[in-house]
């Protein structure tokens, strides 16, 4: 028999991703499938496919060359302070790349780039190298205290000599004036006068002088909270996809609810800070021994405030009290590596904070722990949407900071010693560690780990192949420990793998997307003709997506292509030798005969079927049902 298939281009994609999926001996999440199958944007694991430089749908941009330090004045000689030449290079260059040639530059003063589109360069980590004799704190003083009262240079926690620095000059657009759930993708607004489609708005929301915002962004499970004090906010930068009355329309979900008790509005966002990157530089302190928690005085690398889209590149720290803070939306960390050679205090520490976190949507990836900071990676202050992928440490540390940091992805990571995985700070009565559906995915370590207890965070967290030797609890409404070998886990990488179902998705999902990749496909298939044979059961199959294209679109140039391969073999079943691959010629003719009902189109198939030739592994009965099963026309012959 033969039988009229359904083939479209989306079908073929999503066959070939399943095809991509499938491997031997792996395993998959129930909570993701092999290709996302399993995933909904209301279930419990989040959407992190937005993370990184331009939503990962852009790669880090290689910026031309631009002008050298060393034409300010820079002697790179590791004697001269160099910090006057980088500061006017700063405030000459206005766009472009400002290269550090290799040498080794002594900086003793902030530098800060406030400017979109400002690169700075080196040459490479061991070959461009900052050194930095002297603290923050001496430079520009700027003491504090912690949650307990003790005296604490404020850049124990932030700060750097580096900074990038803008604002997103966030106004209201709108009021949202009805609540939606977490996982929709539009809201109501009370004026679409200030909105247009494309804009990237700002879903705000602030919490109640009774914490019921982030006792929600802990899924109702947040432990004491009262020194939050009502400054819980919540922030999702979502770019409007279209616009109907009142409701505008997102490309993305909304990573929690809103509801009208927590004010929420539309802001602006319009960073003045974006294409700003650090990249190919050494940054190094002294050699001078750590004195614990809370001693920093400003050994601080790299600051990022307030701005988006930007980058730190291929950058190496060397006896840093802190490698990086990262704030803003959007940024890119690549290729990171902590190292010192400090003598460590009682902790087997060598710093306070290793990269450090806040705003939303970050990627930090590919970077490289050899040594022991009190909190490796901090994530905290309701910070939410970053992915920590693909890096490994000597015995990571995933800090989670409490204030409800929300919907954060630890994706292939090798943890090494496994001796403090879950090891956080932060202080007192400020919520739980870990937030609402905090993701733990493919994560390796020498020695086994277990859930962690209760203080660490909510049941709504995701641990999913977590070095471990328990069993897996699987509650869909509860605790989801999924215990996997990470070795065995597919896909290893879940911020990888979502970005690529939502790119692949964004290419394909659209009518004009669809047809173009359609017209594309078949034109390579035309110019790049099987060179074996142009009439086999391959060639048939390729054909039957040709038939449906035409009935899809009635694009006559379909019918014509179809119509010249008939003639040119002339109606013939195909070159094989089995009667099952021998007829899938015959699926197209049969549909263009249904077309133009010319029986000179099928008769070679009905002769050949009618043979009983040996081999054909058909019956001449099968001629019969040709003629009385076949389309009304088909029958006539």
Same mark, same amino acid.
């Given at each position: 028999?033969?039988?009229?298939?359904?083939?479209?281009?989306?079908?073929?994609?999503?066959?070939?991703?399943?095809?991509?999926?499938?491997?031997?001996?792996?395993?998959?999440?129930?909570?993701?499938?092999?290709?996302?199958?399993?995933?909904?944007?209301?279930?419990?694991?989040?959407?992190?496919?937005?993370?990184?430089?331009?939503?990962?749908?852009?790669?880090?941009?290689?910026?031309?060359?631009?002008?050298?330090?060393?034409?300010?004045?820079?002697?790179?000689?590791?004697?001269?302070?160099?910090?006057?030449?980088?500061?006017?290079?700063?405030?000459?260059?206005?766009?472009?790349?400002?290269?550090?040639?290799?040498?080794?530059?002594?900086?003793?003063?902030?530098?800060?780039?406030?400017?979109?589109?400002?690169?700075?360069?080196?040459?490479?980590?061991?070959?461009?190298?900052?050194?930095?004799?002297?603290?923050?704190?001496?430079?520009?003083?700027?003491?504090?205290?912690?949650?307990?009262?003790?005296?604490?240079?404020?850049?124990?926690?932030?700060?750097?000599?580096?900074?990038?620095?803008?604002?997103?000059?966030?106004?209201?657009?709108?009021?949202?004036?009805?609540?939606?759930?977490?996982?929709?993708?539009?809201?109501?607004?009370?004026?679409?006068?200030?909105?247009?489609?494309?804009?990237?708005?700002?879903?705000?929301?602030?919490?109640?002088?009774?914490?019921?915002?982030?006792?929600?962004?802990?899924?109702?499970?947040?432990?004491?909270?009262?020194?939050?004090?009502?400054?819980?906010?919540?922030?999702?930068?979502?770019?409007?996809?279209?616009?109907?009355?009142?409701?505008?329309?997102?490309?993305?979900?909304?990573?929690?609810?809103?509801?009208?008790?927590?004010?929420?509005?539309?802001?602006?966002?319009?960073?003045?800070?974006?294409?700003?990157?650090?990249?190919?530089?050494?940054?190094?302190?002294?050699?001078?021994?750590?004195?614990?928690?809370?001693?920093?005085?400003?050994?601080?690398?790299?600051?990022?405030?307030?701005?988006?889209?930007?980058?730190?590149?291929?950058?190496?720290?060397?006896?840093?009290?802190?490698?990086?803070?990262?704030?803003?939306?959007?940024?890119?960390?690549?290729?990171?590596?902590?190292?010192?050679?400090?003598?460590?205090?009682?902790?087997?520490?060598? =710093?306070?904070?290793?990269?450090?976190?806040?705003?939303?949507?970050?990627?930090?990836?590919?970077?490289?722990?050899?040594?022991?900071?009190?909190?490796?990676?901090?994530?905290?202050?309701?910070?939410?949407?970053?992915?920590?992928?693909?890096?490994?440490?000597?015995?990571?540390?995933?800090?989670?900071?409490?204030?409800?940091?929300?919907?954060?992805?630890?994706?292939?990571?090798?943890?090494?010693?496994?001796?403090?995985?879950?090891?956080?700070?932060?202080?007192?009565?400020?919520?739980?560690?870990?937030?609402?559906?905090?993701?733990?995915?493919?994560?390796?370590?020498?020695?086994?780990?277990?859930?962690?207890?209760?203080?660490?965070?909510?049941?709504?967290?995701?641990?999913?192949?977590?070095?471990?030797?328990?069993?897996?609890?699987?509650?869909?409404?509860?605790?989801?420990?999924?215990?996997?070998?990470?070795?065995?886990?597919?896909?290893?990488?879940?911020?990888?793998?979502?970005?690529?179902?939502?790119?692949?998705?964004?290419?394909?999902?659209?009518?004009?997307?669809?047809?173009?990749?359609?017209?594309?496909?078949?034109?390579?298939?035309?110019?790049?003709?099987?060179?074996?044979?142009?009439?086999?059961?391959?060639?048939?199959?390729?054909?039957? =997506?040709?038939?449906?294209?035409?009935?899809?679109?009635?694009?006559?140039?379909?019918?014509?292509?179809?119509?010249?391969?008939?003639?040119?073999?002339?109606?013939?079943?195909?070159?094989?030798?089995?009667? =099952?691959?021998?007829?899938?010629?015959?699926?197209?003719?049969?549909?263009?005969?249904?077309?133009?009902?010319?029986?000179?189109?099928?008769?070679?198939?009905?002769?050949?079927?009618?043979? =009983?030739?040996?081999?054909?592994?058909?019956?001449?009965?099968?001629?019969?049902?040709?003629?009385?099963?076949?389309?009304?026309?088909?029958?006539?012959?």
């Amino acid at each position: 028999m033969i039988i009229r298939s359904r083939v479209t281009p989306l079908s073929i994609a999503t066959g070939l991703l399943l095809i991509a999926a499938v491997g031997f001996g792996t395993e998959h999440s129930a909570l993701w499938g092999g290709h996302g199958e399993k995933w909904t944007p209301e279930s419990r694991l989040p959407d992190f496919s937005f993370a990184g430089y331009h939503c990962g749908e852009k790669s880090l941009p290689v910026v031309p060359p631009g002008v050298s330090v060393k034409d300010f004045g820079a002697k790179g000689d590791g004697v001269a302070d160099d910090s006057q030449a980088f500061l006017d290079a700063l405030a000459k260059v206005r766009s472009g790349a400002i290269e550090v040639p290799a040498g080794r530059y002594r900086i003793t003063r902030m530098i800060e780039i406030t400017c979109p589109n400002v690169v700075l360069r080196g040459a490479g980590p061991d070959r461009s190298v900052l050194f930095f004799p002297t603290p923050l704190n001496d430079i520009k003083p700027n003491w504090g205290a912690t949650t307990t009262g003790l005296r604490t240079s404020n850049y124990s926690w932030s700060g750097g000599f580096l900074t990038l620095r803008g604002s997103f000059g966030s106004k209201t657009l709108a009021g949202i004036v009805a609540d939606a759930k977490r996982g929709n993708t539009s809201v109501r607004v009370s004026s679409v006068r200030q909105l247009r489609v494309g804009q990237r708005v700002d879903v705000f929301q602030s919490d109640t002088a009774e914490n019921t915002l982030a006792v929600h962004l802990y899924s109702g499970d947040s432990g004491p909270v009262r020194n939050l004090k009502g400054g819980t906010r919540a922030s999702l930068v979502s770019r409007i996809t279209s616009i109907d009355g009142d409701r505008i329309h997102l490309d993305r979900p909304l990573r929690c609810d809103v509801q009208a008790a927590w004010h929420p509005r539309l802001r602006s966002f319009e960073p003045t800070v974006t294409e700003s990157g650090i990249e190919n530089l050494g940054f190094e302190f002294p050699s001078q021994p750590y004195k614990g928690h809370f001693t920093e005085l400003g050994f601080n690398a790299i600051g990022f405030y307030e701005v988006a889209d930007c980058w730190v590149r291929n950058v190496r720290t060397r006896n840093a009290d802190s490698g990086l803070f990262i704030g803003g939306s959007f940024n890119t960390v690549q290729g990171v590596v902590l190292e010192s050679q400090r003598a460590h205090d009682n902790q087997n520490c060598v =710093g306070h904070h290793g990269i450090s976190l806040g705003g939303g949507d970050h990627l930090v990836t590919d970077f490289d722990f050899r040594n022991r900071y009190i909190h490796d990676i901090t994530v905290s202050h309701h910070c939410s949407g970053n992915v920590c992928s693909h890096g490994r440490g000597v015995d990571l540390a995933l800090d989670h900071h409490g204030y409800a940091p929300y919907e954060n992805l630890f994706t292939d990571l090798d943890a090494g010693g496994g001796l403090r995985l879950w090891k956080c700070g932060g202080g007192a009565n400020l919520g739980k560690h870990c937030g609402a559906r905090g993701t733990f995915w493919n994560i390796r370590a020498e020695r086994p780990q277990r859930y962690p207890d209760k203080r660490f965070g909510p049941l709504s967290m995701n641990l999913v192949a977590v070095q471990t030797d328990q069993p897996s609890e699987k509650n869909p409404a509860g605790k989801w420990f999924e215990a996997i070998d990470p070795r065995k886990l597919e896909p290893q990488n879940l911020h990888k793998a979502q970005l690529a179902r939502r790119l692949a998705t964004n290419i394909i999902s659209t009518k004009d997307n669809i047809l173009t990749m359609m017209h594309k496909v078949n034109a390579y298939q035309l110019e790049h003709p099987w060179k074996a044979t142009d009439h086999n059961w391959i060639r048939g199959t390729y054909y039957t =997506g040709v038939m449906a294209a035409y009935h899809a679109t009635k694009d006559e140039r379909y019918l014509e292509q179809a119509m010249r391969w008939g003639v040119q073999h002339q109606w013939q079943p195909g070159t094989e030798h089995s009667g =099952g691959n021998k007829l899938t010629c015959g699926q197209t003719w049969i549909e263009l005969h249904a077309i133009k009902k010319d029986p000179e189109m099928i008769s070679p198939l009905i002769k050949w079927l009618d043979s =009983g030739k040996p081999n054909t592994r058909t019956k001449p009965a099968s001629a019969t049902w040709l003629r009385t099963k076949a389309p009304p026309a088909t029958a006539a012959a």
